[in-house]
C-alpha cells in the first residue's frame, strides 16, 4: 500500500495544548481507521501555578479532565487499539522535578517523552531560538535536555535536532551540541526520536527524498554510528495527520541511515 501509515505512535496532542485541534475521540478512530496498533497520547505537560496559552492547557482546569478522557477511551476501544496515557515534557531542573517524579510514581502518566521547546527564567517562558545568541542557545538547549535524560523521567527524548530550525547551519557547534546530547543518551540509556512534525509543515527541498530542519541528516548519521535505539514520532497536533503524514518518506530516511525505530515501548515506565 502507498505510504502505508505506522502501526504505532507514542506521541500525540489534544486540543488543550491550544495549537491542536479535534477531539480526543476523533483520534482515536482516526488512529484505529489508519490500521495503528498502539496509539499515546502525550500532550504538553499542564504544569501546576504555570499555565503558557497556546503552548499547554491550564494544569488547574483541565489535567483531570485529560487523564480522565483518555482513561475511558482507553476502555472503551480496548479491542480495537492499545491506547496509552502520557505527556510531552520539557525538564525545568528541580522546580518540577518531584511533580515529574510522582506523575510516575503515581501511575497518574504511564510515560513521559522529554521534548524541550522552552525553559522558565524568573517566572517566564522564553523559547531557546528567542534567544539573541544563537550559539548560546543552542548549547543552553542541549545541557537542558542531557539534564532532563539524567533525571530519569523519561522514556524517549522527541525531536532531539529540533535546535536545527532555529539554528540552522551544521557547523561546528551544531556538531558539538549533537554529539554531546548522543553521549548522554547513551549513558542513560534513552531513546532517540526521529519527528514527523516538519514533514508536515516544515520547509522541503523538494518532492521526493526531501530535507527538512529535522529530522537532521547529519545528526542521524551520528545517531546511527552511535548505535543509539530510535523510534518515529507522528507528533500529530490533529487526527487526519495519522492519515495524512508522509510515512514513505520517514521509512526512506531511517533506511538511508541505517535505523531500524523500534515497534513498541515497554509501559508503565519505571522512573528511575
Ligand atoms: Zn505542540
Ligand atoms: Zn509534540
Known amino acids: 500500500m502507498?505510504?502505508?501509515?505506522?502501526?504505532?505512535?507514542?506521541?500525540?496532542?489534544?486540543?488543550?495544548?491550544g495549537h491542536a485541534e479535534g477531539e480526543d475521540e476523533e483520534y482515536v478512530l482516526s488512529a484505529i481507521e489508519n490500521g495503528y496498533r498502539i496509539y499515546g497520547f502525550s500532550d504538553h505537560i499542564m504544569l501546576p501555578g504555570f499555565p503558557q496559552?497556546?503552548?499547554?492547557?491550564?494544569?488547574?482546569?483541565?489535567?483531570?479532565?485529560?487523564?480522565?478522557?483518555?482513561?475511558?477511551?482507553?476502555?472503551?476501544?480496548?479491542?480495537?487499539?492499545?491506547?496509552?496515557?502520557?505527556?510531552?515534557?520539557?525538564?525545568?531542573?528541580?522546580?518540577?522535578?518531584?511533580?515529574?517524579?510522582?506523575?510516575?510514581?503515581?501511575?497518574?502518566?504511564?510515560?513521559m517523552i522529554l521534548g524541550q521547546h522552552c525553559f522558565l527564567d524568573r517566572g517566564h517562558f522564553v523559547f531557546y531560538g528567542n534567544m539573541f545568541d544563537k550559539q548560546e542557545a543552542i548549547r543552553k538547549y542541549a545541557s537542558d535536555l542531557i539534564a532532563g535524560m539524567r533525571s530519569g523521567n523519561f522514556i524517549y527524548v522527541a525531536h532531539p535536532d529540533t535546535y536545527m530550525i532555529w539554528y540552522g547551519k551544521w557547523d561546528d557547534v551544531a556538531k558539538e551540541v549533537a554529539r554531546d546530547i548522543i553521549n548522554a543518551a547513551k549513558e542513560t540509556g534513552t531513546i532517540l526520536e526521529i519527528n514527523m512534525g516538519p514533514s508536515r509543515w516544515g520547509k522541503k527541498t523538494d518532492e521526493y527524498d526531501f530535507r527538512v530542519a529535522y529530522p537532521n541528516e547529519e545528526f542521524w548519521d551520528l545517531v546511527s554510528e552511535a548505535g543509539i535505539p530510535c523510534i518515529i514520532g507522528v507528533d500529530n497536533h490533529r487526527p487526519y495527520e495519522l492519515k495524512q503524514s508522509p510515512y514513505d518518506w520517514v521509512r526512506r530516511f531511517a533506511k538511508r541511515h541505517g535505523l531500524t525505530p523500534l515497534d513498541h515501548l515497554e509501559l508503565p515506565f519505571k522512573v528511575r
Not at 502507498?2 to 495544548?17: F, G, V
Not at 491506547?83 to 518531584?98: I, R
Open 53 to 111: 496559552l497556546g503552548m499547554r492547557g491550564n494544569y488547574e482546569l483541565q489535567a483531570q479532565n485529560y487523564y480522565d478522557s483518555v482513561k475511558q477511551l482507553k476502555a472503551k476501544y480496548q479491542k480495537q487499539i492499545e491506547l496509552h496515557l502520557g505527556w510531552e515534557a520539557e525538564w525545568y531542573g528541580d522546580l518540577f522535578a518531584d511533580y515529574y517524579h510522582d506523575l510516575l510514581a503515581k501511575n497518574t502518566v504511564e510515560y
Open 2 to 17: 502507498l505510504n502505508e501509515p505506522l502501526k504505532i505512535n507514542y506521541h500525540s496532542h489534544t486540543k488543550r495544548c
